[in-house]
């Protein structure tokens, strides 16, 4: 394709993903988030029937074949309706980078297929109580038993554990491992989806949230759950740190576009207000330091996107974008809080007020410096690059 025809296509996608985001999420996003409802399931059902689930896969494995640049437009409309919906995809992109990045053949012809079509939602269980940014020290156990592992301990913050099929569980399987890293494998940890989970072997229960409504994020206990040996990601202990690392590039990309997704949602809002509330009889749009705000935040978001889409394409053009993806990733998050902050004000007391999006748009945003790698971890990373000091 040439560049104009990409461009041509990338517009396209938009389009269609802003008409589904208008017709089936917007008319409900803002009920649904005041009475702390989840996303219906009908509409993750019309999400896997448009392929939002397997766009960056291979045709042969059931996905869409697209580019890392048609994923970031896709989640950014989405999340430009309601994060929550922005953030269904992540899990099955999580997911399935990881099994065509490190799975077995047996292991992508059983997984992949099922994942883009939406026949298995999958969920990410990483982070356990006492172990978030520091990866290596995962505690989790997983003890092989004949042809299957039993898993014993607790995973938390797992966003989407009820409705998922498929658990992507980073645990250890070599509990002296030195250096500790090299002891954690990942395993595809089936389950029946619900809300009661499978007691006594796992139990789960839901974490209050400030915002983020539409996925629920669970405490989760492995009391000696099975899982086929079989599911062992690659077929490899010990190969578990590795393997997420390697996912990481995709997962900031997609957190970054998710970022400006929701921050582009606070400023049309924002926008659209300041031309209809009158003040000292004028539209509040008048004043400096409103037009200002907006000027800003639009500069800003569009900063963001295009670090993020720079990002993306460089994932398309088959360089190592580590660096970039982080950079996208932390600016993005930093952006969305400012600027959902920001427009909120420009709302005034309305602003904190249920009856408009503004205060749904600064609650979700703030969750973005905090997931998928804090501010200061990715700062850290990016640094560690720059200087080259490890
Ligand atoms: C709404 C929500 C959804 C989530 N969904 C998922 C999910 O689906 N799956 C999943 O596995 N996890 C999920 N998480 C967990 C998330 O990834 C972790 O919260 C995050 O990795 C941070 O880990 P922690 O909370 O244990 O914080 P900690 O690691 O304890 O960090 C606490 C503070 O110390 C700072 N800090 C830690 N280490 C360093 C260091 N070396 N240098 C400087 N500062 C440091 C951190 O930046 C942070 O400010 C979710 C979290 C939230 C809030």
Redesign the pocket.
Known sequence: MTQSEVQAAHHEIRASVREFVEREVLPICDELDNRDQEIPLSVIGKMAELGYFGLIFPPEYGGMGLDTAAMAIVTEELSRGWLSVGSVMTRMLITGSLIMAHGTEEQKRRFLPKICSGELLT?????EPD????TAAMKLRAERHGDRYLLTGE?T????ANRAHVLTVLARTHADAKPKHKGLSILLVEKIPGDSFAPPELGGSPIP?IG?KGMR?YSLQFDGYACPAENLLGGEEGKGFYQLMATYEYARIQTAARAVGVAQAAYEAALDYSRERVQFDQPIASFQVIRHKLAHAATEIEAARRLCYYAAEMKDTGRRCDLEAGMAKVFAAEMAERVTSEMLQVFGGYGYSREYPAQRFWRDAR?FR????????QY?VIARRLIGDK
């Open positions: 969920a990410a269980a990483f982070t172990v978030g940014s520091d995973k913050w797992c966003t989407f949230t983020y994020s969750v905090i997931f998928e790698g804090t501010s200061e971890i850290e």
